[in-house]
């Protein structure tokens, strides 16, 4: 919901790119990308960036509340936690952002440690409580149509990064 088309800033990680109020690091910064850089990729579980900002106004919490980056053989996976999500608009705004995010962090890593750590991009999920997907009325007819329609076999999506291309921040 929104208030004049303005839901707020308590969307914490995109809306504090690339530094947080104060000359702060940005959380994602802070809390996964330097980690990452220092403890050589090893694994963890403890890369965890909230993505709730408390000292903004806002009209609802956001839909992502936080994002956990863990390391396992080389590989970085990414599960998100959500309190709800649109499965219309926003689950796959979700996916397509956050995959992009996971490989950009990858990316990033690498970068920052002249590829000594060359973590591959891994698994994302979605964590949503059961009976919090919903499609709102205005998007019915969309639902249906992607109810009837089939899944598209052979080809799956694909996150290409030129080597040369700007760093994370930069691109903010």
Do not use: M
């Amino acid at each position: 919901a929104s208030v004049d088309g303005v839901v707020g800033l308590n969307y914490g990680l995109l809306t504090r790119w690339p530094q947080a109020e104060g000359g702060r690091l940005n959380p994602l910064e802070k809390d996964v990308i330097t980690p990452l850089c220092k403890r050589r990729g090893e694994p963890s579980r403890n890369l965890i960036v909230s993505l709730v900002h408390p000292s903004q106004a806002t009209v609802q919490p956001a839909c992502t509340s936080s994002a956990q980056f863990s390391v396992r053989g080389g590989s970085l996976d990414l599960a998100l936690q959500q309190r709800s999500s649109d499965v219309i608009l926003g689950l796959p705004h979700d996916a397509y952002v956050w995959s992009v995010i996971l490989h950009l962090v990858a990316r990033e890593v690498r970068r920052r440690t002249d590829g000594e750590v060359a973590l591959s991009a891994g698994r994302l999920s979605i964590h949503l409580p059961a009976g919090s997907a919903h499609a709102y009325a205005v998007n019915e007819d969309a639902l249906r149509e992607l109810s009837r329609r089939a899944p598209k076999g052979g080809v799956a999506p694909r996150v290409l990064l030129r080597r040369d291309a700007p760093g994370l921040f930069e691109l903010a």
